[in-house]
């Protein structure tokens, strides 16, 4: 059976540098441009290393930012962009890929299969997205034939069996690192993604030795290997969950919990929110619900000592009182470079060891990455884009264009400086009337950091969103003056 139902609780979401040293810092300060993307969408670390994964492929340093090892669908193979990411204990680093299709006018997801890279090794191995014979419908099961909206949206291994949780293709389980699979429900029920939305999978996690698993209907856990189950769903505690579509799942090794990211499915008096519990499922807390009543996502968690981090489409919250209290980080801005986190959506959070008392805070959203070792004083944007130094020609450029704005909300328009430096960039219609003025006073570079960037919101100067069309742009850095056109397209 071909599962190609559009659910709508399931909205979405270069060459290898192999110069790569895990101990040893290549340059003197941050590579802010060393990032494969800039929708940052997993962040994992491990070991000493920093994963980053989106869209795009996945990224790594081992030295907080100042050199980064990059891999493209070019290097791990297929197509698409990462889904899910994992790191095991022994260092193999495991991805979901998914990518885009239309069939019939819609526009689908298809799962890309898996792959694991080992500890020193530079080959990706790849497993095909698990799927079931036609004939697999033993006990009432209805099989999933399909890639077609069976895309693996997290992984969790411990020694040679792997967990993964698809949409699709429910939560199924390898004993033999992905030559063999088979299909997991919680329920006691037969497996039927169409039919059962606990048979949907979103999220898993062992902690130890307890698998979680979350689903479009609750939470189940197993601690012996998965014979037998809880679960724990908004209507079956008098303590629940907020919501029962959980798309994340944690584990603060600090006090023991476990928290999760529970989105109202289709119980009417479920909410979207945080739900944690420290009693291994028995009652759960619940945070965060006014901060994500408009709607609002939370993606996933980050621990360090008594902080905690959640990640979520209207900022990153912090709480180091147990909850009692949360606090939004805001005003994301490079304090070298200027550059900013203009958008407000995050979809992950990893958290590292430094110079005590403090800790590296990392941040993925949806334009960038960021990394603070204050609490947030100062911070450090890494992002993906190609310098003006290293290609000269234009020296000033826009990114991304064709630039929406109602699908991007910024353009951005980078260039590099040698000195202090005033910078206007006059925007114009097709007609070559002025729509708008950028204005920036570039300080001196600092710590060899030379990229700049202004940006813009597709607005004119009297804030109305411009038609659809051909822009052209003057930049003028210092002395030196140039042209480039925009394509706007909403």
Known sequence: MMLLVVWGMARAQSNAVWDFRLNEAIQGNPDRNGLVGNSITDLVWHNGVLYAAGGRGLSATANS???????????????????????AADGTVWIATAYDTTIDGNSLQ???????????????????????????????????????????????????????ASFGGGVRRSRDYGKTWEVVTTDGLPFSALD???????????????????????????????????????????????????????YNPYDGSVWAATLRALGEDEVTAVSRTKNG???????????????????????????????????????????????????IRDDVSGERILKNIFYSVATAPFTPPYHELWVGASDGLAMTRNNGYTWTIFRSFVSTRQRPDPPVYAYPNPFSPFRHEYVRFQFDVTEATEVQIDILNFAMEKVITLHSQEGAPTANNFD???????????????????????????????WGKIVIIN
Do not use: C
């Open 281 to 331: 499922g028995a009652t759960w807390d619940v945070f965060l619900t006014e901060e994500l009543s408009d709607g609002s996502f939370p993606r996933n968690f980050a621990f360090y000592d008594s902080a905690v981090y959640v990640a979520t489409e209207n900022g990153v919250y912090k709480s180091v009182d147990d909850g009692q209290t949360w606090y939004r980080i805001a005003n």
């Open 65 to 87: 930012g100042e050199s980064w090892m990059n891999w493209t669908p070019k290097e791990y193979g297929g197509q698409g962009g990462i889904s899910a990411l994992t790191v």
């Open 196 to 250: 059962y939305l606990n048979h949907r999978g979103f999220s898993v996690m062992i902690e130890n030795g307890n698998i979680w698993v979350g689903t479009a209907d609750g939470i189940s856990k197993s601690e012996d290997g998965g014979q037998t189950w809880q679960r724990f769903t908004h209507q079956n505690q008098s303590q629940p969950i907020s919501g029962n579509w959980v798309i994340a799942l944690a």
């Open 452 to 482: 700049r960037s202004l940006f813009w919101d597709g607005r004119d100067a009297n804030g109305r969103m411009v038609d659809n069309g051909v822009y052209f742009f003057r930049a003028r850095v210092g002395e030196r003056v140039s």
């Open 110 to 164: 298809v799962g890309g299969g898996l792959r694991y890279l080992s500890p020193g090794s530079e080959e990706w191995v790849f497993i095909p997205q698990p799927l079931d014979a036609r004939d697999d419908t033993a006990g009432g099961m209805r099989p999933t034939t399909t890639a077609i909206q069976n895309v693996t949206f997290d992984i969790a291994v411990e020694d040679s069996t792997v967990w993964i």
